[in-house]
Nanobody, 115 residues
Framework: QVQLVESGGGLVQAGGSLRLSCAAS????????MGWYRQAPGQQRELVAT???????TYSDAVKGRFTISTANAPNTVYLQMNSLKPEDTAVYYC?????????WGQGTQVTVSS
């Protein structure tokens, strides 16, 4: 079975950086697309960034220019480099992967940004 495992979350001061990683196991396939969502307490889950075919990327307006998504240096692995972090970025971040009609979700990793 496919499993997505996120790592790299933690507590960071505003203006600092974190890099999230998501590794897929249990699959021989290369996913069509991977991405990151986040959900803050009391808020709706929102799309943060996506990458398809290792080339095409999209970002939410809230993170554009500060976050970078990539799939470099491992197959079926996605990274989210987060710079210039703000308290508003505090949320549980979820990795997603998509293959045809199938969607997979990780369990999430907590990112907390102090003011």
């Amino acid at each position: 079975q496919v499993q997505l495992v996120e790592s790299g979350g933690g507590l960071v001061q505003a203006g600092g950086s974190l890099r999230l990683s998501c590794a897929a196991s249990g699959s021989i396939f290369v996913f069509n697309a991977m991405g990151w969502y986040r959900q803050a307490p009391g808020q709706q889950r929102e799309l943060v960034a996506t990458i398809a075919s290792g080339i095409s990327t999209t970002y939410s307006d809230a993170v554009k220019g500060r976050f970078t998504i990539s799939t470099a240096n491992a197959p079926n692995t996605v990274y989210l480099q987060m710079n210039s972090l703000k308290p508003e970025d505090t949320a549980v971040y979820y990795c997603t992967a998509h293959l045809g009609l199938l969607d997979y979700w990780g369990q999430g990793t907590q990112v907390t940004v102090s003011s």
